[in-house]
């Protein structure tokens, strides 16, 4: 009896954790509707191999593609800088490796204002493909996933402004874009169907900055902001071109007091050429050739499937629920049954356990910093407040805010662990892939003429 009881109490947890999120986690079974993308299985299914491990590339009936049937040149180009998982929902997407804790989407850079509207000049050396094509999912085990896309913009981005503040999300795999037609929601609601917690949000003068990423607000901020901002998303298409008007040019020179300086877009050579230049921005688009070479372009172009946010629930404005959980990574353990692809050269082939304890520190560094930030800000806020009436409802949402970043702190740790031994895998998997490769033919001396004296007394042929 007492077990009965047990069982129908774990039953019914599992049932409210899984309600108050909205799906399952994406590698442990099929995903529900959620409010933020809760989208069917895709055409990736597959079985897992032995002691619960996928094989990418033996699965039965069909099953997985290597990443460079599906995704063409892109494998080889981001394999460098990131690594390919495949994913239930996408298909092969890619994260970067090494890069700053709580590192997001459109983050190292700056807006400028191009031919093509508002266009952002990446920093990153792989900002050429994922800020240009494609688009960024968000995975509550992994964290961002870029999903691989060939129609070119000058970002892909949805914009939120209002009360002082200018913010941008990355677009999600379920708005797709067409030439002549624009932008396909299919259902999608923009103010709904993104998170607060997928913006970056800065002070309207801080736009034009250089290194804006410096200026981006405390991400437990956003449920507050998200809330007195309204979205001004606007793609529109000239002459061929697509145009990202999003935020009123009109109103950011009014409150940054200057001119914002419009720049000339040429094509550079290679993706080391692209930057900006005095008043020329060079960015680097590959040849046509090379992207028909991504065989799931028409399907991610055009836009994945998405269930329609849940409008009768408050996580729909401001979420609060906590994701769920994720297994922490120790040495001696399984990995989790994700498939990933192996390296491509001249991406590093071991991994450091020194470099990923570093990583660990500093994200608690960064994460005990937007505290302070976000503490600092709170103090001023207080201290503004003139009613007790109005002092009330600003702790109330401070003391939101302080649980979206407790929230924030147990997410990014166990998503940083899982993306660690993700690499951990890709390693591995580049280390077997490298033994199962036939050895390079040893090239032989040439044989010497039997007469070699004689060979050697001939006089060279006289010049024509």
């Not at 994460?367 to 600003?394: C, F, G, P, T």
């Not at 036939?438 to 050697?456: R, S, T, Y």
Request: aromatic share 10%; with cysteine; hydrophobic share 35%.
């Amino acid at each position: 009896m007492r077990m009965n009881r047990l069982t129908m109490l774990a039953l019914l947890v599992a049932t409210v954790a899984c309600t108050a999120y909205g799906q399952t986690g994406p590698y442990g079974g099929q995903p529900q509707p959620g409010p933020y993308g809760g989208q069917p299985p895709g055409p990736y299914g597959g079985q897992p191999g032995p002691q619960g491990q996928y094989d990418p590339y033996n699965q039965p009936g069909g099953g997985y593609q290597n990443p460079s049937v599906d995704v063409g040149f892109f494998y080889n180009e981001l394999s460098p800088y990131g690594e390919w998982v495949m994913h239930p929902q996408y298909g092969w997407a890619w994260f970067p490796r090494n890069v700053m804790p709580g590192w997001r989407p459109y983050t190292l850079g700056r807006w400028v204002e191009s031919d093509y509207g508002w266009t952002w000049a990446s920093d990153e050396p792989f900002g050429w493909a994922t800020y240009h094509y494609g688009r960024w999912a968000w995975d509550p085990q992994i964290g961002w996933l870029w999903v691989p896309g060939t129609v070119w913009g000058p970002a892909w981005v949805a914009w939120q402004q209002g009360n002082g503040y200018v913010g941008w999300a990355p677009l999600p795999p379920a708005v797709g874009f067409e030439i002549g037609v624009g932008i396909h929601l299919g259902g999608f609601n923009l103010s709904l169907g993104i998170a607060p917690r997928d913006y970056s949000f800065v002070d309207e003068r801080r736009f034009l900055d250089p290194r804006i990423g410096g200026y981006i607000l405390p991400e437990a901020r956003n449920i507050t902001i998200i809330n007195n901002t309204t979205n001004i998303t606007n793609y529109t298409v000239v002459n061929n071109r697509v145009i990202n008007h999003g935020v009123p040019i009109e109103r950011i020179e009014q409150v940054t007091g200057r001119k914002a300086q419009r720049l000339r877009v040429a094509v550079a050579p290679s993706p080391r050429n692209a930057g900006v230049q005095r008043d020329v921005i060079s960015i680097y688009q590959p040849p046509q050739s090379k992207l028909e070479t991504v065989a799931v372009a028409r399907r991610n172009n055009a836009g994945l499937p998405v269930a329609a946010p849940r409008t009768d629930r408050p996580e729909a404005v401001a979420p609060t629920g906590k994701p769920p959980a994720v297994t922490p990574y120790r040495q001696g353990t399984a990995p989790l049954a994700i498939p990933v692809a192996p390296r491509v050269k001249p991406a590093p082939q071991a991994v450091d356990e020194r470099q990923f304890a570093r990583q660990q520190k500093a994200l608690q560094t960064n994460l005990d910093n937007e505290r302070k930030a976000l503490e600092q800000i709170h103090r001023q806020e207080m201290a503004q407040s003139q009613a007790k009436a109005n002092a009330q409802e600003v702790a109330k949402r401070q003391a939101a805010e302080l649980q979206a970043l407790q929230e924030q702190r147990q997410g990014a740790a166990l998503r940083l662990q899982t993306r660690q031994q993700i690499e951990r895998q890709a390693a591995q998997a580049s280390a077997a892939k490298a033994q199962k490769a036939p050895p390079k033919p040893v090239k032989q001396p040439p044989a010497k003429p039997k007469d070699e004296k004689k060979v050697n007394d001939q006089k060279p042929p006289q010049s024509l």
